[in-house]
């Protein structure tokens, strides 16, 4: 018998898949898009200090990717099988539980694992320029490695313990979120509360952060040791992860009744989540003489809640700046990064929330069985906006009026005082916040219904919405910087404003306009598919032709 025949099989079906060369040519272009965009700022410096600049915006990045690839590649793969019923089916055969966990780790990433190998040669330009060692590069390619393989078995350990997609992702990012800042946040607070700096270096260790930093010769030199064992610790726990799914998976996919303890546990979580039965009965009275669907995809009534409580963090994370550092905390970097950070995370919830609902209606073939009532589309789109309305309504007008608050007290200064590029700058940004979660809330809904899973789902709405017109603008700003440069222009700043809200608002109103078109005119079609072929890979990006052909009339036999 084959070793690893499921991995064996996937890297066969992988080798014939366009997808494989297509993650592979778009990670290489991305990489050297950014790596023009930084020639095109650095271009007056050194080629030494415009190599240095390079690696570490690169691999900055591409530690970014890696430790998303769990939650992209990996957090829903055995859980998918799960509630397909078709896991059990696996471990009919003589399959063990690592064959299936290493099959199916190859066969969802290994185009992100491309996609990474296609970055090193680009990050490998700065050794030929002398901004980097030959150290520097292979202990940052180790690195990279080892939190992709990082990142994907945390992904399939929480697969391989979750059913649901949502928890599933949910709990790997959590994971991630934990090795990556709980940790260090707490072993930079043990020693201040313990008033001792040996205390909390040990959590230091299972962050890629801390070997991330290391990698350069500056840091690697002094602590060497530290280097290696963060890496050698970050690894073990890979294989740990892996051997603990490769243990659960055979045990999991058995429906076995829960035991009293956890029954107990469930009915807490689902009255707190619910509330109790007169609670239900009067927030769902309440839901349904407004809209059927309104109550079936918002009756969850803490999940606004949630939203709530990440401001409250954020929140928190301010008092805690104001106390340590003082008026010195208020400035305009404080207020930009804290306004990227609370739109990029509204943003991106309300992608992964817009057509949840509606996707797993869907695949469990519960709008077909919706259409056949004389509930209309129209009626299911418009409780579907209400429920994301419920949702983050609140949440988005708080940012608009803190963003509103940053942009009035950083006028009051007098180096912003009359200079209109920065007032521009705010209004368009709070313009965009609106402008982009109403676009994504149609094209995820749309999406939702075309997609195979919500990963994926979630993934091409940001893609449309948020990435496309930032690809966009780098590849402009390359272009013209160039030219400015060759032709002794002055480029104002007022232009590349211009450019990014412009090309911001064409995506929205492209993206936004022709998904809700599809919905209205396409909505039952889709709903009655499983799956909804495209006719080229041009057309399913911009939304023609993802409507599924109708299956042709059978054939009667005479």
Not at 256 to 283: E, I, V
């Amino acid at each position: 018998m084959t070793f690893l025949p499921i991995v064996d099989r996937e890297l066969r079906v992988a080798s014939r898949r366009r997808a494989t060369y297509w993650m592979r040519a778009v990670a290489a272009l991305g990489a050297i898009v950014i790596g023009a965009f930084m020639y095109v700022v650095n271009r007056q410096g050194a080629p030494h200090e415009f190599g240095k600049n390079l690696f570490a915006v690169l691999s900055t990045l591409s530690i970014s990717y890696c430790l998303i690839s769990g939650v992209r590649s990996t957090a829903d793969c055995l859980s998918e099988e799960k509630r397909e019923g078709t896991f059990g089916l696996l471990f009919l055969t003589d399959l063990k539980g690592y064959d299936v966990v290493f099959g199916k780790l190859v066969a969802t990433s290994l185009g992100a694992f491309y996609g990474l190998l296609a970055i090193f040669p680009v990050l490998a330009v700065p050794l030929l320029m002398g901004g980097i060692t030959n150290g520097e590069f292979w202990r940052m390619a180790l690195v990279l490695v080892n939190t992709f393989l990082f990142s994907l078995a945390i992904g399939i350990f929480i697969s391989s313990c979750s059913k649901s997609a949502r928890k599933a992702m949910a709990g790997t990012f959590i994971l991630i979120l934990l090795f990556t800042a709980v940790l260090p946040a707490c072993a930079d607070w043990i020693p201040y509360l313990a008033r001792s700096p040996k205390l909390g270096w040990a959590l230091w260790l299972p962050c890629p952060f801390s070997s991330f930093s290391r990698s350069f010769d500056v840091q690697y030199k002094s602590a060497a040791d530290y280097f290696w064992w963060s890496t050698g610790i970050i690894h073990a726990l890979t294989w740990l992860f892996l051997l603990l799914a490769s243990f659960i998976a055979p045990r999991s996919w058995q429906d076995k009744p829960a035991g009293a303890s956890l029954a107990r546990w469930r009915g807490l979580w689902h009255r707190w989540s619910y509330g109790d039965a007169a609670d239900r009965n009067a927030f769902r009275k309440r839901l349904l003489d407004v809209n059927a669907f309104y109550w079936l995809a918002g009756r969850a009534r803490f999940k606004p809640t949630h939203v709530w409580a990440f401001l409250g963090l954020i929140a928190c994370f301010w008092a805690w700046g104001c106390i340590e550092v003082g008026t010195e905390w208020f400035n305009e970097g404080t207020y930009i990064i804290t306004a990227i950070v609370l739109n990029s995370a509204l943003k991106l919830w309300v992608a992964s929330e817009a057509g949840r609902r509606l996707g797993e209606d869907r695949k469990m073939g519960s709008l077909e069985l919706l259409l056949s009532t004389p509930f209309g589309v129209r009626d299911i789109l418009h409780g579907q906006l209400l429920a994301l309305r419920r949702q983050f309504l609140g949440p988005i007008i708080l940012v608009a009026i803190i963003e509103f608050t940053f942009m009035v007290a950083s006028l009051q200064k007098e180096s912003f005082q009359g200079d209109p590029a920065y007032l521009m700058f705010w209004v368009a940004y709070m313009v965009m916040l609106v402008a982009d979660v109403i676009a994504l809330s149609w094209v995820g809904m749309w999406v939702a219904l075309t997609a195979r899973n919500p990963n994926r789902a979630t993934g091409i709405t940001v893609v449309r919405v948020l990435v496309l017109p930032w690809v966009l603008f780098t590849a402009i700003l390359v272009v013209v910087s160039c030219v400015a440069f060759a032709t002794s222009v002055d480029v104002g700043a007022k232009f590349y404003l211009g450019l990014w809200f412009g090309l911001g608002v064409l995506a929205d109103l492209a993206f936004g306009l022709n998904a809700r078109w599809q919905l209205l005119t396409n909505f039952r079609l889709v709903a009655m598919q499983r799956f909804t072929p495209g006719k080229s890979r041009f057309a399913r990006w911009f939304g023609r032709g993802s409507a599924p052909v109708p299956n042709p009339p059978p054939v009667v036999a005479v």
